[in-house]
DNA sequence: CAATGATCCTGTCCGC
DNA sequence: TGCGGACAGGATCATT
């Protein structure tokens, strides 16, 4: 499941792979996978992929026609360049279609296709980013910032640290791992965090975060970079998915809102 | 306003 | 062996 780091390796490959590439056309194999917005001009392609950016959990490329094309992953999305064939490329999940100049496509594949490409006027761009929060590796997520976001919240840590809104980026695995590393239960109630402790989740936060940036992100499922190699974080992950944390404790799996976490009672006390 | 639950989907895994 | 059901879960929408 793509968080910040999976989706910043993505966009990593992509800038690395079609940096003098123009998108000719962009075809919806999936019905809903692709929307196009009612303003965008039947002029946005072919265009050059002007810019690259990443914001929380989005991929956006900026094309030289004013557009921008703004690509979810969500649960399963994959994005690969391949080298185009004679005939339209095959695959059974293949959900959309880039097709490019020199010789190559840009695959859409999303078994649960639960992924969305969005083709619209760079000036309408934030209507399909929702709202989110800082980027968790700026210093706009700070110690404060955190604080004053817990203060009057009732939901557990967890719950909140996954909330785009507050902070942009995080999901299960990596909320998983910067809990434990900061010694803090995810079903801490948010307003009863210590100080102590949010300088702690802050910290480990950027840590996890940079860690596995280094590390291509993390290949639990089936998350690939668009060259089909996978990362390397899940051979450093300390409690998602684990039977035992590394002091070797029994790691507890508890449900909170719809997911499974997974965190070592003995290690996370605050 | 905050919090929770249902929804969207299909591949995989488990138990019988 | 095969099948039903649970599970995986990000974001959105409806409900409490």
Redesign the pocket.
């Known amino acids: 499941?793509?968080?910040l780091p999976e989706v910043q390796t993505v966009l990593n490959g992509l800038e690395d792979g079609l940096a003098t590439n123009k998108i000719i056309e962009l075809y919806c194999l999936y019905?809903?996978t692709v929307k196009i917005d009612t303003e965008a001009s039947n002029q946005a392609l072919p265009a050059k992929i002007r810019s690259f950016e990443r914001r929380?959990?989005?991929l956006i490329m900026h094309l030289e026609t004013a557009h921008s094309l703004v690509i979810?992953l969500?649960?399963?999305g994959k994005l690969v360049i391949a080298e185009s064939t004679q005939s339209d490329p095959v695959h059974?999940?293949l959900r959309a279609w880039f097709r490019l100049d020199q010789n190559k496509d840009l695959l859409f594949i999303d078994?649960?296709?639960?992924g969305k490409i969005v083709l619209c006027r760079t000036e309408n761009l934030a209507n399909?980013?929702?709202?989110l929060g800082p980027e968790p590796l700026t210093e706009d997520f700070n110690v404060s910032y955190l604080r004053q976001q817990l203060k009057?919240?009732?939901?557990?840590i967890k719950?909140?640290l996954?909330d785009?809104a507050l902070v942009?980026?995080l999901?299960?695995?990596y909320v998983c791992e910067i809990l434990y590393r900061a010694g803090v239960r995810p079903d801490a109630e948010?307003?009863q965090i210590t100080l102590k402790a949010i300088k702690a989740i802050v910290f480990h936060t950027k840590e996890v975060l940079r860690e596995a940036l280094e590390n291509n992100g993390t290949s639990i499922?089936d998350f690939r970079r668009v060259d089909d190699k996978s990362g390397e974080f899940q051979n450093l992950l300390r409690v998602?998915?684990k039977q035992q944390c590394p002091l070797g404790h029994d790691i507890t799996?508890i449900?909170q809102?719809?997911?499974?976490g997974f965190y070592c009672p003995h290690c996370q006390k605050k």
Do not use: C, D, W
């Open positions: 499941m793509p968080e019905p809903g929380g959990k989005y979810h969500r649960m399963t059974p999940h078994p649960r296709t639960f399909y980013l929702a709202k009057n919240r009732k939901k557990p719950n909140a996954l785009q942009a980026g999901g299960n695995i948010s307003s499922s998602y998915q799996v449900r809102a719809g997911r499974s």
